[in-house]
């Protein structure tokens, strides 16, 4: 896209040895209303937990992992919830999510469409404020 910032860039870190227990995943490269918008996704009538449980309940059946998610009116998702400690995690004072204790594919195929799923979410609430 050309004239426009990306914002949220899911990473995935290939590099890292096995046994690393923290930032095989991040999500940085936060848009500057990041958390306006996170409040006003939180907000919307279809409650943004019911809209993400609906998705999150496809992502276990998809996976079979159990995820759980957590979210705060004020940074929207803080923390996504895996078996055995493992999970993602909001930093807001360094605008990124970063993982710990991945291990697994099942792990990670658990992840991602969660993380992808509440970016295209936000940006989508960007897109509402820009237009208002």
Not at 7 to 32: C, K, Q, R, W
Not at 41 to 61: C, R, S, W
Request: aromatic share 12%; proline share 5%; with cysteine.
């Amino acid at each position: 896209m050309f004239g426009k910032e990306c914002y949220y860039n899911i990473n995935i870190d290939t590099s890292m040895p096995s046994d690393a227990s923290s930032g095989l995943i991040t999500v940085d490269n936060f848009h500057p209303d990041w958390k306006l918008a996170a409040q006003k996704l939180y907000k919307i009538p279809v409650t943004l937990e019911k809209l993400m449980g609906d998705f999150t309940q496809k992502a276990n059946a998809w996976s079979k992992t159990q995820i759980s998610l957590t979210f705060s009116s004020e940074f929207g998702l803080t923390h996504i919830h895996l078996p055995y400690r493992a999970a993602v995690d909001l930093l807001p004072e360094r605008e990124m999510y970063i993982s710990h204790n991945i291990h697994t594919p099942q792990e990670i195929a658990a992840i991602i469409p969660i993380l992808v799923y509440y970016v295209n979410n936000l940006k989508f609430m960007h897109n509402q404020i820009s237009k208002s």
